[in-house]
């Protein structure tokens, strides 16, 4: 019991200060459960083979699907339908399309398919995108316990269950596991509670005043760019004769120079490229793409000895808007990117992607962009060819905010997408079928009727979110087969004596999102589940009311942007900042805390 409580502080500890990575500690966290005999050698890894892994990549899988075929596109095209400009009506059919396909898709992987559909109805109607995001956001996670099938605490909650009936002292009722709709009923409540919350508050809580930065929306506008990042000018060609310095020099040396502009092409005889690498030489009648103010572009031309054209002769192709532009992404929480500089992760040569510029909160670094280190949450303005974009995206390093092209789009396949989603559906809710079963036959229709391919399946899997939920649910197991969670269970009624059964459900609630707030939610989820349920059969309370409270709850992070993944990915093309996180999310988490709790308990009566 000692080292099972001591491998849960660490986790806690290292899941907060994130002095190594949740993946990694969630691996050591399964070894040492491994060397120290905790449960069987034989048991130490079948969280990977568990019905809530396997469930978990076949939604991922399914989720990237539907995108494939275009139905989040389509979703754009009926909203704009049936909001016809007005933002209140906006808001309100974005909220519940959220609402909808939460029940469906990954909060996090809907947040990212989401942002850009919410840029593009911004950018149409003319409606601040920060009065749409944050709204947004919350509604998914409000909506996340419609159904079993996208949250990834509920899905983890029957082997939970499973593994607390082995331990269940003698005389007490095997616990039921949950169907795909058991929980319906509540998360249907939750995603109305969040819908109406922000149509009817949602015009006083959400930021009262336009940050000067968002009062254009994005988009491939020179305004909006110029407005929010100050990169302003325009794109010339400058021809480099025999005279210019810039022989010899390259793409790095020449953009250290004194008023040198932004350089984001290059034409070397018959070969020409975007985002021309730093070691990238320049010779005699190279034609550099350059980005600038006119009088910049002028001064650095005549110091420089070089021919300025304003006209894309040579390098119009690079920079037609159907083909290439300016745009924005979001490091999200996952990101390999993470706690490197720009530099380091040599973008422009491995994606021909050039980095303009990194929003954070409320600084905007433009020079020197080379040496930032890039943090979860960080916008940053690439200038690319849409092609790489799509391609750099794929391994989900960063999300794309601006609404761009898409090649790689499948609207053929629509109905296959949506068909074999709606058969997993119905496998999982009228057969006998495990959920990871009837999921995996949806993802596996998908992949032979070519909806998406199997590299892009292994793509569409989030590997560090299955690795975490895999290598904690062992964790869970260790408490139960201790008999820590029984421990602590007796230890919470020693201090909270005949309390009654909604005092001790709210304190299992509270923690559990105070703990979601710092740590990952199947992390509070795995923690607190054994505990709930034995404290349900000490005080001869419903099992199954208790765990399920506390797998609700671990969803309820709406105070911090950092609670959850989509609220970080929001952050930075919102504009927000704590204080509004605060303002809109304490009486959400308030009335989301009251609702669940009384829910629940009508729920089991």
Known sequence: MVLVLGLVGFTMLMLVLEWIRADMVA????????????????????????????????????????????????????????????????????????SLFSAVIPSQALAALMIPVSSRLAARTGVPLSRLLLPMAFCILTAT??????????????????????????????????????????????????????????????PGHEDERLKVTPGRTESYFAETYGIVGETAELTVTAESPLVGMSIGEVEQLHGAPLILAIKSGNDARMAPPADHVIWVGSVLGVLGPREQLNQFANNQLCRLSTRMRQLG???????????EVVIPP?????????????????????VLAVNRGDQVFRDDVRSVSLRAGDTVVLHSNWRDLALAAEDRDLV????????????????????????????????????????????????????????????????????????LIPLGWSMDATGTAAWI?????????????????????????????VMSNVGATVMMVPIAISVAV???????????????????????????PALMMVTGPGGYKGKDFLRVGLPLTFLVLVVTLLAINLLFH
């Open 145 to 206: 316990n419609t159904t079993l099938i996208a949250n990834s605490p509920l899905i983890v909650l029957n082997d939970l269950i499973a593994s607390a009936n082995v331990n269940l002292p003698p005389g007490a009722h095997t616990i039921p596991k949950f169907g795909l709709f058991s929980v319906t009923p509540v998360g249907l409540t939750l995603a109305l509670l969040g819908v109406g919350y922000f149509y009817f508050f949602g015009h006083r809580l959400l």
């Open 538 to 564: 000490a005080t001869g309370g419903n099992p199954s009311a208790y765990a399920l409270i506390v797998a609700v709850s671990s969803s309820n992070t709406f105070l911090l942007s950092s609670g959850h």
């Open 317 to 327: 192709e690079l920079f037609n808007p159907t083909r290439a532009g300016i745009s």
């Open 27 to 98: 691996l050591l966290v399964v070894v040492v459960i491994g060397l120290t005999g905790l449960i069987p050698s034989d048991r130490v890894f079948n969280g990977f083979a568990g019905n809530a892994v396997i469930a978990i990549i076949a939604i991922m899988i399914m989720g990237e699907g539907l995108d494939r075929a275009g139905v989040l596109a389509l979703t754009a095209n009926f909203v704009m339908r049936m909001a016809r400009g007005v933002e209140s009506r906006l808001g309100l059919v974005i909220n519940l399309v959220a």
């Open 400 to 471: 794309v905010v601006t609404d761009i092209p898409k090649e790689q789009q499948r609207p053929g396949k629509i109905w296959q997408a949506v068909g074999f989603f709606v058969l997993a559906k119905c496998l999982a809710l009228f057969t006998n079928l495990d959920l990871s079963v009837a999921m995996m036959t949806g993802a596996i229709g998908m992949l032979l009727t070519g909806v998406l391919n199997m590299d892009e399946a292994y793509k569409a899997v989030n590997w560090k979110t299955i690795f975490v939920t895999a290598c």
């Open 489 to 517: 269970a007796q230890v919470v009624l020693d201090h909270l004596g005949s309390a009654s059964p909604w005092l001790l459900q709210l304190c299992l609630a509270v923690l559990t999102l105070l703990f979601s707030q």
């Open 334 to 354: 996952v990101s390999r990117f993470i706690r490197h500089t720009v530099g380091e992760l040599r973008l422009r040569k491995r994606f021909g992607i050039s």
